[in-house]
């Protein structure tokens, strides 16, 4: 991956804050993204949207508009959500990269007229393996990804009907649209390419007691799940690259 040849101005909307045992562990998700992507080359705005912290009146003097996950649901819309969904489609129809992930994928399929809506097929804990469609295999944004790679997901939500506009880059047996192309600088992505595993360690440990609940509800034994998650986490290359990716090859 080549170093940016300047420094790039990124504006990083907040959409939640992680657990408290996240966030004394890991850090919140803010500081996931800036762990991975790293300070050399770039600054980051960090914007609270979610407490509403006002948006600018455009993306004028940014290089990209990134939104994180967030524990709060596009099925449940607020007023912050729309508010920041017209900031991110004015970003991208005034031509600056915009990147969706997990909760700010699910908004931008939302706002592309899209469906969002807890997925059938059940919540989507852990390291999972997600492969690349046609359409993936020849995007800039999985530029030097394998067609199938690991990647860190926590979601119960997911873009059940993608907008008649985009194109499905990714997807898995739990999550069809892993990945969209909304617009040709418009990127989404279900899973999380910011979190280490150390991160979705602790969002297990926070979670247990319901992720057990859920699994007994499923049919398994008692006990079996988190350890069945936690053993199965694991490092994912994939994540970083792809948000260098985006920085790098959409900006």
């Known amino acids: 991956m080549r170093q940016p040849s300047r420094v ?27 762990r991975t992507i790293g300070l050399s080359g770039y600054r980051f705005d960090i914007l609270h949207v979610h407490r509403d912290a006002p ?4 993306a004028a003097g940014y290089d990209a508009v990134m939104m994180t996950g967030s524990p709060l649901s596009v099925t449940a819309l607020a007023p912050w959500m729309l508010r920041a969904a017209d900031f991110m489609l004015d970003a991208a129809e005034r031509g600056t990269p915009v990147l969706g992930v997990c909760f700010g994928h699910q908004l931008l ?56 506009s985009a194109r499905v880059l990714a997807g898995n047996p739990n999550t069809d649209a892993q990945a969209l192309a909304f617009r040709a600088n418009v990127r989404g992505v ?22 057990e609940a859920e699994a007994v509800a499923r049919g ?11 053993s199965g986490l694991r490092p994912t290359p994939a994540g970083p690259r792809i948000l260098l990716n985006f920085l790098e090859r959409f900006t």
Do not use: M
């Open 8 to 34: 790039k101005n990124v504006l990083l909307l907040k959409a939640g804050d992680a657990a408290e045992h996240v966030r004394l562990s890991v850090g919140d998700y803010e500081q996931w993204f800036l």
């Open 55 to 58: 948006l600018p009146a455009d």
């Open 109 to 164: 399929a939302h706002a592309y007229g899209g469906r969002v809506a807890r997925n059938p097929r059940g919540r989507e804990t852990g390291t999972v393996t997600v492969s690349l469609t046609d359409a993936g295999r020849s995007d800039a944004l999985f530029d030097g990804v394998p067609e199938h790679f690991a990647a860190q997901a926590t979601h119960e939500d997911i873009v059940l009907e993608v907008p008649g």
């Open 190 to 211: 279900q899973f999380h390419p910011e979190a280490h595993p150390e991160a979705l360690r602790a969002v297990i440990e926070a979670r247990c007691d319901g992720l």
């Open 220 to 230: 398994e034994p008692p006990g079996h799940c988190v350890p069945r998650l936690l």
